[in-house]
């Protein structure tokens, strides 16, 4: 079977149908028989927000202006980032049972994952203009270059994804380790707090982890309505399309065996 | 797409073996990566060949049936072909697009309604949303599910959920079909509609390959039959002469098969025992013990007793039951007016039939002994199993011995 970035884009493509109709199910199963329903992906992220607001009002001496919009406009596209991970890596082994009976693309299984993610994240950009509009934030035309951002870190998750979700099926322990990991990667991104408030001992930090431009740069543009720091952006941006490669790379590498490890 | 003489299927030296990984050998984080996983050499533990070395064409436009008993390999070649599997050594290649009836209603999710699961296992059977919307009504219209259609198909009885999944992956329109065994299930009537629907398929000039059990199925539908045996392929051909070949090679595994059943079941028995039954044979002609014979043959039912005590006027009876539990046939040595004044010690009470004209089958035989009022001695219901072959394809439930006579 062919195999490569080109074929296996193609094939998606070809599957594209499918792709839609599954994010449609991913979103309509997460709230079916909740009775608030949808409201949840608006509740979630707020509840979250209100939590760590309080927490850090009381335990930081940093006073941040507006610091329930400044959270809320990195902790979005972190929820993204961060249940997008955490459903997509078992996506192949819990598809098991679709695996071993039809024949379709598997890279689709980790895309769904996060692209029902992403689509609660657009979802909720709404909430988050009018915490903007009530905390009299305005947003600048930098607010623009927010599609651009959601393409890097869409390119970058789905590398991620398909390199964790096809070692998970060989190594469930994949699984396990990425919560706890996602955790300690939450708190050493900028996103409860700016970078400029990481002493200069610990600034390495800000270069090694690939998401902390990310993170900056929403802020930059939405928060603060500025220019993001556009070495660090870059940077990424590269670095996604290597991850994006390793990941089709692994996948193809190991698909071959999916069905019958799963 | 018609031309001649391009196989629809073209298997080459085909050999499946399944692997199960071990970590051995693998001790860091590098060796994880470089041998482990994206490694071509991996340590393998067991090994088990599940298919090897199958050569076989199948010509566009025909119908082949894949034969062979449990684990002989054939949902391992069905899947091999659809790329589900991967082979390890030899090729394939399929001309056309290919739709697969592995399992019916692979990837419905229960709490969707029948409408959602059409658009989304169509979409994962490769069809796109325009497709499906063309073919809906048509494919809502097959499974008879126009007023259920928007219930979530959990609440569907698992006939209806078949009838939709048939009707979804029948709607692709595959230049090849393949389907697994799936007519064993369902209610007769849906089982005909399936069939009716595969004659379409093949008269449209598709090819099929049909994997079953059910020989005289495979014989009705198929131009060509290939049997598997242990991951190899014994022979292919003619269906008649290969189903023949297969036949004779698995009646003696399955007289002993069958026996085996009959020892093992002790369930589904009741009475006092005051008269016991203590053995049930069926004989052939010759006296030997048998579990399967041939439509028309001579049959002895011989039951075994024992009493401890004197027993006066002792009833034995015998019922023949077809596997869907139609009674066939039943008697008693009271209703067939023979009085045994009385048994003592052991003995046993012969049922002789000079032929046995039932159909082919699989047949459930009770024996029981009791007194004439019915007062149960030893029940055995539903004990002991034995199968009817036959060469006819007549219907119905049992073959009157007859000749048709030409008066012109």
């Not at chain 1, 009299?136 to 994804?161: E, I, N, S, Y």
């Not at chain 1, 993001?228 to 692994?250: D, I, Q």
């Not at chain 2, 894949?66 to 394939?92: H, M, V």
């Not at chain 2, 009504?137 to 126009?146: P, Q, R």
Request: glycine share 8%.
């Amino acid at each position: 079977m062919a195999s490569g970035v080109p074929a296996t884009l193609r094939e998606i493509i070809r599957f594209r149908d499918l792709v839609t109709a599954l994010v449609v199910r991913e979103l309509k199963m997460r709230y079916r028989g909740s009775v608030l329903g949808f409201v949840w992906s608006f509740l979630n992220p707020l509840l979250l927000m209100l939590v760590y607001a309080l927490v850090f009002s009381f335990f930081s001496r940093h006073q941040i202006e507006n610091y329930t919009v400044f959270v809320l406009t990195g902790l979005l596209p972190w929820l993204w980032f961060s249940l997008g991970l955490s459903h997509s890596v078992g996506s192949i082994v819990s598809g098991g049972p679709l695996i071993k009976k039809i024949v379709f693309p598997v890279e689709i299984l980790p895309l769904v994952a996060v692209l029902s993610n992403l689509a609660n994240y657009l979802l909720s950009l709404p909430i988050l203009l009018l915490f903007y509009l009530v905390g009299g934030v305005t947003l600048t035309a930098w607010a623009l270059f927010l599609p651009v951002l959601v393409v890097v870190q869409f390119v970058f998750m789905t590398g991620l994804c398909l390199i964790l979700a096809s070692i998970n099926v060989y190594l469930k322990d994949v699984e396990q380790v990425l919560g706890n990991v996602l955790t300690l990667t939450f708190f050493l991104t900028p996103i409860l707090y700016p970078a400029s408030l990481i002493p200069d001992r610990f600034r390495v930090l800000l270069y090694v982890n690939p998401l902390a431009p990310l993170f900056e740069a929403y802020r930059n543009i939405l928060f603060e309505g500025r220019a993001p720091a556009w070495e660090g952006l870059a940077g990424l941006g590269l670095l996604s399309l290597v991850v994006l490669a390793a990941g089709f790379f692994t996948l193809n590498r190991l698909r071959d065996a999916f069905a019958e490890e799963v | 797409m018609t031309e001649t003489g391009v196989p629809a299927i073209q298997i080459q030296d085909l050999s499946k073996q399944y692997r199960r990984y071990s970590m051995a050998g693998i001790s860091t984080i590098k060796d994880l990566f470089v041998k482990g996983f994206l490694g071509r050499e991996r340590v393998a533990r067991d090994t088990f060949w599940a298919l090897r070395n199958v050569t076989l064409a199948v010509p566009e436009g025909r119908t082949i049936g894949l034969i062979g008993p449990n684990g002989s390999g054939k949902s391992t070649l069905l899947k091999l072909i659809t790329g589900i599997l991967k082979p390890t050594a030899g090729s394939i290649s399929v001309n056309g697009r290919i739709s697969a009836l592995i399992e019916l209603g692979a990837g419905f999710h229960p709490e969707f309604t029948g409408r959602e699961n059409v658009y989304l296992n169509g979409a994962m059977l490769g069809m796109s949303k325009a497709e499906i919307s063309d073919r809906f009504d048509e494919i809502v219209g097959f499974a008879e599910l126009e007023e259920f259609i928007d219930a979530p198909v959990k609440t569907y009885s698992s006939g209806m959920y078949m009838r939709l999944g048939f009707a979804v992956a029948v709607a692709v329109e595959p230049d090849v079909l393949l389907v697994d065994e799936i007519l064993a299930v369902g209610d007769e009537s849906f089982q005909h509609k399936c069939l009716r629907r595969i004659n379409e398929i093949q008269n449209r000039g598709r090819t099929i390959l049909f994997v079953s059990h059910d020989l005289s199925k495979v014989e009705k539908l198929c131009h060509m039959v290939a049997w598997l045996d242990h991951g190899t392929l014994r022979m292919a051909g003619e269906p008649q002469a290969v189903i023949d070949a297969y036949l004779a090679d698995v009646d003696r595994a399955d007289e002993r098969a069958l026996r085996a059943v009959n020892k093992a079941t002790e369930h589904q028995r009741w009475g006092t025992r005051e008269v016991e039954i203590t053995g049930v044979r069926m004989l052939d002609a010759r006296g030997e013990e048998r579990a399967i014979f041939d439509s028309g043959e001579p049959v002895v039912i011989e039951i075994a007793y024992r009493a401890d005590r004197r027993v006066e006027d002792p009833v034995f009876g015998i019922g023949l039951f077809r596997s869907d539990g139609l009674q066939c046939y039943g008697s008693n040595t009271d209703i067939d007016g023979v009085t045994l004044p009385y048994v003592e010690g052991e003995g046993t009470v012969r049922f002789v039939a000079d032929g046995l004209d039932l159909l082919a089958g699989e047949y459930l035989l009770d024996c029981a002994v009791h007194r004439r009022d019915h007062h149960p001695y030893d029940y055995h219901v539903r004990l002991y199993r034995f199968a009817v072959r036959s060469e006819i394809k007549d219907s119905g439930v049992f073959r009157p011995a007859h000749r048709w006579e030409d008066r012109r």
